[in-house]
């Protein structure tokens, strides 16, 4: 359980896949909503930055309010690269997995170790108990 736990809070796969994806000069990313007017924006530091979707090569009829775009930038909030949102990334992926895992690992564990453990040690008089129970 631990290990899917820590699948989901480290997400090894998924920052090695964005950090091969980061284009050259660029130090992380932010997450730009798509408004009205054909432009993108986000804010950093209490301060908005806007620009046009065509200015990065992206036709603003894709685009409904609120859809986002993956904007690439360096220290300086200067864009290096834009592009579009895939729909299923791999770090959900990661997080559905262990998230499945972290609830289906300790569900099999009992199933398959304590209660084997149990009906043969110390629940053996409950286990009785339930037999002549039930025959009645």
Not at 83 to 101: A, F, K, L, M, Q
Request: with cysteine; charged share 25%.
């Amino acid at each position: 359980m631990i290990a899917f736990l820590s699948l989901v809070i480290n997400a090894p796969f998924s920052k090695r896949a964005e950090k091969a994806n980061t284009p050259d000069g660029a130090t992380g990313y932010v997450m730009a909503r798509a408004d009205y007017d054909g432009n993108f924006y986000w804010t950093h530091d209490s301060k908005k930055y806007e620009y046009a979707l065509e200015d990065y090569g992206l036709s603003p009829e894709n685009y409904e309010f609120g859809d986002e775009v993956k904007v690439y930038v360096n220290d300086a909030q200067d864009i290096i690269k834009v592009t579009e949102e895939e729909d299923s990334n791999i770090r959900n992926i990661e997080v559905g997995v262990g998230g499945i895992g972290a609830i289906l690992v300790p569900v099999l564990l009992i199933l398959c170790v304590y209660m084997p453990i149990a009906y043969h040690t110390f629940g053996k008089p409950w286990i009785k108990f339930y037999r002549e129970f039930k025959n009645r």
